[in-house]
């Protein structure tokens, strides 16, 4: 055996300098000189199949993970990593056949399962990629993101009140989450539950009162059902946590003239104007009320 191979642990250090200084190529000589050492651990096996995936060497890493494998096959962490070499070289059927095998090993891991549903998604398999999700869920019902991911999937299928469902059971498990309400009003006011959604997006507020966005959806809302003076309501308590925000003014300005509110409007057009005098849509508008800003 060489002084090079007879200690391994220089080499991995090598690597690892070479690595940072940007030699990936030296990196990956030095620590498969460290990984054929009969002294070699895994630890340096793992670092070069991440190094071989890193410099696009995607089939040499798959050999040097089967044969971590071999010796422990239910890491997932293992599995996953192939499965990303597998996909890299569009080798999808065999990438399937490592989830399976993982499920197959690891019976009970619902984030597998969410693994899983994610590249069935991405696979256009939408149809399994839910049974995927069932499964979870099923093993960890109290796991909010579970049933988001779901409802986003029954979105594009067109299943609106299967998603609602859905959402309503992640507010359930964790009704702290501002989004989630956000998310069932959107989807109350397309089955048309506008009070509903209303009584969701308030909520949203109340869990945070001092975001800016929580106010934008509820006024989003009452625009669309035209209710302009609830979202001037809106707009004024976005202006009180921001009033250095010129689109808010802006924005109140044109809702202001839905209700016939020219004053009000072109003042709220002149203040928008004020903080940013170079912008010319702030200056058109203006223009189109008053003629003179």
């Given at each position: 055996?060489t002084a090079?191979?007879?200690?391994?642990?220089?080499?991995?250090r090598?690597?690892?300098?070479?690595?940072?200084?940007?030699?990936?190529?030296?990196?990956?000589?030095?620590?498969?000189?460290?990984?054929?050492?009969k002294d070699?651990q895994?630890?340096?096996?793992w670092?070069l199949?991440?190094?071989?995936?890193?410099?696009?060497?995607y089939?040499?890493?798959?050999?040097?993970?089967?044969?971590l494998?071999?010796h422990?096959?239910?890491?997932?962490?293992?599995?996953?990593?192939?499965?990303?070499?597998?996909?890299?070289?569009?080798r999808?059927?065999?990438?399937f056949?490592?989830?399976?095998?993982?499920?197959?090993?690891?019976?009970?891991d619902?984030?597998?399962l969410m693994?899983?549903?994610e590249?069935?998604?991405?696979?256009?398999?939408?149809?399994?990629?839910?049974?995927?999700?069932?499964?979870?869920?099923?093993?960890?019902p109290e796991?909010?993101?579970y049933r988001?991911?779901?409802?986003?999937?029954m979105?594009?299928?067109d299943?609106?009140?299967g998603?609602l469902?859905?959402?309503?059971?992640?507010?359930?498990v964790?009704?702290?989450?501002?989004?989630?309400y956000?998310?069932?009003a959107?989807?109350?006011?397309?089955?048309?539950?506008?009070?509903?959604?209303?009584?969701?997006?308030?909520?949203?507020?109340?869990?945070?009162p001092?975001?800016?966005?929580?106010?934008?959806?509820?006024?989003?809302h009452f625009?669309?059902?035209?209710n302009?003076r609830?979202?001037?309501?809106?707009?004024?308590r976005?202006?009180?946590?921001?009033p250095?925000?010129a689109?808010?003014?802006?924005?109140?300005?044109?809702?202001?003239?839905e209700?016939?509110?020219v004053q009000?409007?072109?003042?709220d057009y002149?203040k928008?104007?004020?903080?940013?005098?170079?912008?010319?849509?702030?200056?058109?508008?203006?223009?189109r009320?008053?003629?003179?800003?």
């Amino acid at each position: 055996m060489t002084a090079e191979t007879k200690d391994p642990a220089f080499h991995y250090r090598q690597a690892f300098l070479k690595r940072a200084s940007g030699d990936l190529n030296g990196a990956i000589l030095d620590l498969e000189k460290a990984v054929q050492s009969k002294d070699s651990q895994i630890s340096y096996v793992w670092k070069l199949t991440e190094l071989y995936c890193e410099g696009g060497q995607y089939e040499k890493a798959i050999e040097r993970i089967d044969g971590l494998l071999s010796h422990d096959p239910g890491n997932q962490e293992y599995r996953k990593k192939k499965i990303e070499a597998l996909r890299q070289l569009d080798r999808s059927y065999e990438a399937f056949e490592e989830f399976e095998k993982g499920n197959e090993l690891n019976p009970h891991d619902p984030e597998w399962l969410m693994e899983e549903a994610e590249f069935l998604h991405d696979a256009e398999k939408p149809g399994e990629a839910l049974d995927r999700i069932a499964r979870a869920i099923n093993l960890n019902p109290e796991k909010p993101e579970y049933r988001i991911a779901k409802a986003d999937i029954m979105l594009e299928l067109d299943n609106i009140h299967g998603a609602l469902n859905e959402v309503n059971e992640a507010i359930r498990v964790m009704p702290c989450n501002p989004d989630n309400y956000v998310l069932a009003a959107k989807l109350m006011d397309e089955l048309g539950m506008h009070e509903d959604a209303e009584r969701h997006l308030l909520k949203a507020t109340e869990l945070r009162p001092h975001e800016i966005i929580r106010y934008q959806d509820l006024s989003e809302h009452f625009e669309k059902l035209e209710n302009f003076r609830k979202a001037i309501e809106c707009h004024d308590r976005m202006i009180e946590l921001n009033p250095e925000r010129a689109q808010l003014y802006f924005e109140r300005a044109g809702l202001k003239e839905e209700t016939g509110d020219v004053q009000g409007a072109r003042e709220d057009y002149r203040k928008a104007l004020s903080l940013e005098p170079r912008n010319p849509q702030y200056r058109k508008r203006l223009e189109r009320l008053t003629g003179n800003p």
